[in-house]
């Protein structure tokens, strides 16, 4: 008979984020025939009872273990990838899974720099023959279209120089497209594209104060009627809370398969960037550690590996 | 092909930089002289004349060309000596400045510079201006000309030469239903536009040729009045056949009562160092005249020995 520990430690090697391979090893290697069948037995959700008598893998499951294995082979590649090739590969990808993953290229063209953002646009001319935008503006219809089409080709001005009374009256023009936001979708409004998409990231951040001193709240808790436009402002103008949101929701129990890669990605494409303040944010907004959500959702060399980058920040 | 004529022996930057300060000095100034260098002296080549001009006088060249030097001659002799990527960022923003507001200057910018080019030009429009190239235009245009010239100068265009027909085929077919409902600022015309590489655009444009019997810019013809469709027809010529748009360009120039003579000094200034032989040629395929003997009649004095020299007539 297995002992219930281990079965328990088993149990938890195959779920979550990552595979415990260590457990595996010196668990399941050393089991013996009815060891493992009580396993079997055990775990209805792994394995189904067959008619023929025997308990068979749920084949759904094999699959997701499939990922679960690839997932530190993924996180290596994708940490070892120049940046340039990461978000291009990355951009076509989101391309390609559809609107649930829109928010990938929103994350690409607003969080890099300028000059990672025009690097990203070369590379992907080398791996898909195309430029971003005629992919982007081809496979993104509808009303989001314009706005995606112009995150991407923007190469905003990096210096620090704003200029207040514009950055004021353009906050004044962002607030009375979200009041008419009944008549019209802020998202299909020229004027808001026009500044979300041009404007520089210091300006875009005047815009936002001044925006909380015209109407009392913050742009983008305004912007509940369009997560997109929500998720743009909050990417140009405070990346780090939008971070630490994602890791969050990536970080829950037996969410979606897409969801939870973008624990990998936000890890991997921040550790050398704003990691350290993402962490901060993390503990204010959750009460907890970066680090100790990690090594209680994730497993194995998984979680060891993101661990050491999160790390790397300070 | 280039109309420039650089010397074979050519004099060392200091030597030029000191013979260009001499051009300055006294009474009036040396114009024939400053021709004779600036003229037959390459985009690199005119960066370290201006460099070293700055260490050996500290000055700017460029600020003593503008306190030397006067209208139509200036401009053409300022423009010439700017980095390409410079030119085309004080031009760009010239052109989005309210009195002289063009936009075609920006659209033409925008189409007929490769990808790289049009990038490097961003990079010294943040660099000079302090804000980027897109949002200046976008601030400054609006309705179906800020849809166009936002996107058209944030492209990046792939620059290979792979073609997928497939893809032409469909593309043409949604263009020509797009344009025979009038829906000439649709989204998908503008998509296709500015965002397809140069090689596919001109396979889509043929195809739409031989499905449907006429070249686009026929099409788009509807209304000669119409300011967006003359800008659109433009575009088009600009991202399959720049040298005649060009000659166009010049040809209106030359032609108008009086001249125009910034878009004059523009198109020779910024096309000697790439295609000028060709705009050349198709000038006087088009004209029975070529562009020397027009230049000829139509300007005078230094001005007109600085754009003779730039397309590269005479010696070098």
């Given at each position: 008979m297995a002992h219930p520990d281990e079965l328990e430690t088993l149990t938890k090697a195959f779920s979550g984020h990552g595979i415990h391979e260590q457990a595996l090893i010196s668990i399941l290697g050393k089991w013996q025939p009815e060891e493992k069948k009580s396993f079997r037995k055990g775990n209805p959700n792994l394995f189904i009872e067959d008619e023929r008598n025997f308990e068979r893998w749920?084949?759904?499951?094999?699959?997701?273990?499939?990922?679960?294995?690839?997932?530190?082979?993924?996180?290596?590649?994708?940490?070892?990838?120049?940046?340039?090739?990461?978000?291009?590969?990355?951009?076509?990808?989101?391309?390609?899974?559809?609107?649930?993953?829109?928010?990938?290229?929103?994350?690409?063209?607003?969080?890099?720099?300028?000059?990672?953002?025009?690097?990203?646009?070369r590379a992907y001319h080398s791996l898909f023959d195309h430029s971003i935008e005629e992919d982007v503006a081809y496979h993104v219809n509808g009303s989001e279209r314009k706005l995606f089409v112009a995150l991407v080709s923007a190469y905003r001005y990096e210096g620090s120089k704003v200029k207040e009374d514009i950055a004021k009256s353009e906050a004044m023009t962002?607030?009375?497209?979200?009041?008419?936001?009944?008549?019209?979708?802020?998202?299909?409004?020229?004027?808001?594209?026009?500044?979300?998409?041009?404007?520089?990231?210091?300006?875009?951040?005047?815009?936002?104060?001044?925006?909380?001193?015209?109407?009392?709240?913050?742009?983008?808790?305004?912007?509940?009627?369009?997560?997109?436009?929500?998720?743009?402002?909050?990417?140009?103008?405070?990346?780090?809370?939008?971070?630490?949101?994602?890791?969050?929701?990536?970080?829950?129990?037996?969410?979606?398969?897409?969801?939870?890669?973008?624990?990998?990605?936000?890890?991997?494409?921040?550790?050398?960037?704003?990691?350290?303040?993402?962490?901060?944010?993390?503990?204010?907004?959750?009460?907890?550690?970066?680090?100790?959500?990690?090594?209680?959702?994730?497993?194995?060399?998984?979680?060891?590996?993101?661990?050491?980058?999160?790390?790397?920040?300070? | 092909m280039v109309s420039l004529k650089v010397p074979e022996l050519v004099p060392s930057p200091a030597e030029d930089a000191e013979q260009l300060r001499k051009a300055f000095q006294g009474w009036g100034t040396n114009e024939a002289l400053i021709i004779s260098i600036l003229a037959h002296r390459n985009a690199a080549q005119r960066k370290i004349i201006r460099e070293t001009y700055a260490q050996t006088y500290g000055e700017d060249l460029l600020k003593d060309l503008d306190k030397e030097l006067s209208s139509d001659f200036e401009r053409a002799v300022l423009l010439w000596v700017l980095d390409p990527a410079e030119r085309d960022a004080f031009l760009a923003n010239e052109a989005t400045k309210r009195l002289t507001s063009n936009n075609w200057i920006v659209m033409e910018i925008a189409c007929t510079r490769s990808s790289h080019d049009l990038f490097v030009v961003r990079q010294a429009y943040h660099a000079r201006f302090k804000r980027s190239l897109e949002e200046d235009v976008a601030y400054h245009t609006s309705g179906d000309f800020r849809k166009l010239l936002v996107p058209l100068v944030t492209s990046f265009r792939y620059e290979g030469d792979e073609v997928n027909m497939t893809l032409a085929k469909s593309e043409a077919k949604i263009l020509h239903e797009k344009i025979s409902n009038k829906a000439y600022n649709d989204e998908e015309i503008i998509r296709i536009l500015t965002t397809r590489s140069?090689?596919?655009?001109?396979?889509?444009?043929?195809?739409?040729?031989?499905?449907?019997?006429?070249?686009?810019?026929?099409?788009?013809?509807?209304?000669?009045?119409?300011?967006?469709?003359?800008?659109?027809?433009?575009?088009?010529?600009?991202?399959?056949?720049?040298?005649?748009?060009?000659?166009?360009?010049?040809?209106?120039?030359?032609?108008?009562?009086?001249?125009?003579?910034?878009?004059?000094?523009?198109?020779?200034?910024?096309?000697?160092?790439?295609?000028?032989?060709?705009?050349?040629?198709?000038?006087?395929?088009?004209?029975?005249?070529?562009?020397?003997?027009?230049?000829?009649?139509?300007?005078?004095g230094d001005y007109e020995k600085m754009l003779l020299a730039l397309i590269g007539h005479g010696d070098a």
């Open positions: 749920d084949d759904r499951h094999v699959r997701l273990l499939k990922h679960e294995f690839m997932r530190f082979k993924n996180a290596v590649v994708l940490w070892t990838m120049h940046p340039w090739e990461r978000d291009a590969r990355l951009v076509k990808e989101a391309l390609k899974k559809g609107p649930q993953s829109y928010r990938i290229l929103i994350e690409i063209s607003c969080t890099r720099s300028a000059d990672e953002l025009l690097g990203t646009r962002l607030s009375n497209a979200i009041k008419e936001a009944d008549n019209r979708k802020p998202i299909e409004d020229d004027e808001v594209i026009r500044i979300l998409s041009t404007r520089s990231k210091p300006h875009l951040q005047a815009i936002y104060k001044h925006y909380n001193e015209i109407s009392g709240k913050n742009i983008d808790e305004e912007l509940d009627i369009d997560l997109r436009l929500k998720e743009t402002v909050q990417c140009l103008c405070s990346p780090q809370k939008y971070f630490s949101k994602v890791l969050d929701t990536a970080l829950t129990k037996d969410t979606d398969k897409n969801i939870k890669k973008a624990l990998t990605r936000v890890i991997v494409t921040r550790a050398d960037t704003d990691m350290k303040q993402i962490k901060q944010e993390y503990n204010n907004q959750f009460g907890v550690p970066l680090s100790k959500k990690v090594e209680d959702t994730t497993n194995g060399n998984y979680k060891d590996f993101l661990l050491t980058l999160i790390a790397r920040g300070g | 140069k090689s596919q655009i001109n396979a889509t444009l043929n195809h739409y040729n031989n499905a449907f019997g006429n070249a686009i810019n026929k099409d788009l013809k509807t209304d000669p009045e119409d300011e967006y469709l003359k800008l659109l027809r433009a575009t088009i010529k600009c991202l399959t056949c720049p040298e005649k748009y060009f000659e166009k360009v010049l040809r209106l120039a030359i032609n108008k009562l009086g001249t125009d003579e910034w878009a004059l000094t523009r198109v020779v200034t910024t096309r000697a160092e790439v295609d000028m032989q060709r705009i050349k040629e198709e000038y006087h395929r088009r004209n029975s005249v070529p562009l020397e003997r027009a230049i000829d009649s139509d300007t005078s």
